[in-house]
């Protein structure tokens, strides 16, 4: 059967699709409100690529062999089953969303008795109030030290909370009201939890005027010393307030989203305000897009807030109408626990602001396609400086890690057309070569990475000198890869040593191609650096803990997941060591007495 006559016996339901290769392999998983008419017009198009311009319609159609679907009953039910197909297959052509570096809340467990504010990257929807996005760290740090000033929340966990007999160095330092220890009661706890709510919405007004009353009740007590530390926190909270700028005059929380294709590629612009203030902005480039904007926005939206866990906003400003949004629309509000919105404005303020975040969107992939270009060059330039027989699109990183031999660990950073790769990043504990055998460890990593069936990369850098390149070149010889491999050195930045060559390679200091480099291989350390102190607390903790009488590792093990530090076991008290499962008063009372002898 063709594919224009299986697509005329698709069905005029809901559902998805799933494109595939020659080889079976899945290009594409799409939604449809009606799948027979969303996969007709590809099937359409196939038959007139010249005259089509939608952007890889040529580069996916030509591929596709077959076209499978599963029906749904709604529309909402083909965008979660979209989401799981796609993180199943990993298509090549869909949207994925990729951040890191995800944005800071700040999250208020308002429902606890004594609630406590603390930063989350992501946070879990369970009816905690969430204020953010804010996409500068210092920023959100900078405003919860202020609170903490100001209001005088608690900073502890729960588990710390519940089990301190006395308050910690934070009431000390005017930083904490203590209610661990009843130094404060709930009702006035709860009144400083609403001053900084007011506080955290930029109602800065409502806030002084709530603070000025208090101050003018304090000089009425004569309690003259309350009162200057009110009128003080007055004046802290107006400068703070004055940094904000006002850009709409909207009592709603707004994401503004707009985006900018440019053939292959598109950035797309976030706006992220929150009761008229603006929060942050960001801008995010995908490649190789296939479908068209509608479909692009409506998946990276979905993505953005489910995988990305963003706090939904009360409305989602576009540039137009989505494909599916009403469903989207839905899917949004069940998580968020409340409507949600889309607004597509076509005058004032907020119309203005879709525009320029438009607007932001085209300079970002304007920026994003220089970049490209320059790192093609770059790259380009390694190719002929280190005799290398490809350009390395594909680059693998390799440094060890160790202390006088202990713990000894290799770490791989993968880059790819000059970005990291983070899925392709990976850690090796070193099994069989001498911690101190720098050679030895990168022969045993090489080794072991080549025994296993992932793609391979054009160009291997290790960390070192000649040393350690040939041991990354006899593990190569023996596996039977012929992939260029070069070494560089940490004590040696501009020299790059490679095969067969005595004398090393210098790069000109402040170069592209040698900043590039010094990029990867201080990733490369920077991971494997990072292995070896987690796995050196560990031992650490359990070295500690072997020498206390009535541990077995059941009782080490959820030690450790409490603690996870030594340094934190010798500052808790009884109360809270015994709190910890399995671990009970007695116990508690040994490990206690352990770090503080009498």
Sequence with gaps: MTLEEKCRKLPVRPG?????????????VGKARSLRARVRSYIQAR????????????????????VDYIVTDTEKEALILEDTLIKKYRPKYNVRFRDDKTYINL????????????????PARDGSMLFGPYPSSQAVRDTLKLVQKIFQLRSCSDRELANRTRPCIQNQIKKCSAPCVGYVKRD????????????LHGKGSELEKALSLKMKRSSEREDFEEAARIRDLIASIKKTIEKQKVVLYYDKDVDIFAGYRDGRSMAIQVLNMRKGV??????????SIF?????????FLY?????????????????EKLDGGKALAERLGDIRGGRVRFVVPKSGELHRLVKMAGENAHASLTTDRGQEEEMKDVLGSLKEKLDLKSVPRRIEAYDMSNISGSL??????????????????????????????????????????????????DLIIVDGGKGQLNAALKALEEKGKNIDAVSFAKGEKDKVYIPHVKEPICLKEGSGELLFLQRIRDEAHRFAVSYHIKLRKKRDLSSVLDVVEGIGEKRKMELLRHFASVERIKEAGIEEIAAVPLIGMDLAQEIFNHFHPA
């Design 303 to 319: 993505q953005y807030y489910i995988q990305g866990c963003n706090v939904i906003p009360d409305e989602i400003a576009l540039q």
């Design 47 to 66: 038959s007139s690529l010249g005259r089509d311009t939608r952007p890889l319609v040529r580069f996916l159609l030509e591929r596709v062999s077959d």
């Design 278 to 287: 603006l929060l942050g902005s960001k801008a995010y480039v995908l490649k």
């Design 107 to 122: 999250r208020l467990t308002i429902k606890d008795e004594f609630p406590r504010l603390h930063i989350v990257r992501r």
């Design 188 to 199: 006035q706890y709860m009144e400083n939890v609403r001053e900084v709510i007011l506080f």
């Design 408 to 457: 000894a660990v290799g770490s791989l950073a993968m880059f790819k057309d000059g970005q990291p790769l983070k899925d392709g990043f990976r850690r090796f504990k070193i099994r069989d070569a001498d911690g101190r055998d720098d050679c030895g460890m990168m022969y045993e990593v090489l080794s072991r990475r080549f025994s296993e069936a992932w793609e391979h990369p």
């Design 291 to 299: 479908p068209e904007d509608k479909e692009t926005i409506s998946s």
């Design 16 to 28: 998805v699709y799933l494109m595939k290769g020659p080889s079976g392999e899945v290009l594409y």
